[in-house]
């Protein structure tokens, strides 16, 4: 079956770092992105990893580990806004997203 | 309108009443897409339509059908509620942005609860 698996819940503190992992096993892969989703909110686009390495975007980076089915999210300068689920999805041979169930990140003063 | 658009934003249904959760987006995406998300799981995907005139079938179709007569309008409808369909629905549409990415916009959510 195919899976995806992200820890359920992280506490950071502001002005931190905090990196949110994602593995995956999925029938084929064509690419993987993360979302953030406050509270009662839509989904928001976030990154996009498709190749191996590291993408980044002003305070947030992505990682991609093809072989070892493996991704992060890095987030610095944490501010309270970040606080907010993250969602890994994948997009498998048949171009159909699986969706991890989210990591719940707790920001603290 | 600017992007997409759900309605009601939220509803509480009595088991056995039918049901149509509206969705329009102003972008002329091709692709739309019915999530239902539920507590402790990941989202998953109900019904999309590749184009105007097509539908699919996503993970967990049963109870639910959808129609696409127009590239901006993509409604669901559960025929006769049930209290397992209590969640929370998600449109979204998908366009072409960088690096050949298809990424979803989403519309802000529908609350269901079926009693």
């Known amino acids: 079956g195919q899976n995806i698996d992200q820890p359920t819940e992280m506490t950071a503190t502001e002005g931190a770092i905090v990196q949110i992992n994602c593995t995956y096993q999925t029938s084929g892969f064509n690419g993987l992105f993360w979302y953030q989703q406050h509270a009662g909110e839509a989904p928001t686009f976030l990154s996009y990893n498709v190749l191996d390495g590291l993408e980044e975007k002003g305070r947030f980076s992505s990682f991609l580990s093809r072989s070892k089915g493996y991704s992060y999210l890095l987030l610095k300068e944490l501010q309270m806004k970040d606080s907010a689920s993250y969602l890994c999805a994948v997009r498998d041979s048949n171009y159909q997203l699986i969706w991890g169930a989210g990591t719940k990140l707790i920001i603290k003063p | 309108i600017a992007g997409i658009t759900q309605a009601p934003t939220s509803q509480i249904l009595a088991a056995g009443r039918r049901m149509t959760l509206r969705c329009t987006q102003d972008?002329?995406?091709?692709?739309m897409y019915w999530y239902r998300q539920d507590l402790g799981l990941g989202l998953r995907l109900i019904h999309y339509s590749n184009t105007a005139g097509t539908t699919g079938k996503g993970e967990v179709p049963d109870g639910y059908s959808v129609s696409r007569a127009n590239t901006d309008d993509f409604p669901l409808t559960l025929a006769s509620a049930v209290p397992s369909q209590t969640s929370v629905y998600f449109c979204?549409?998908?366009?072409?942005?960088?690096?050949?990415?298809?990424?979803?916009?989403f519309g802000a959510g529908s609350r269901l609860t079926v009693l």
């Open positions: 979204a549409s998908s366009g072409e942005r960088e690096s050949g990415a298809n990424v979803l916009t």
């Open positions: 972008m002329r995406h091709n692709a």
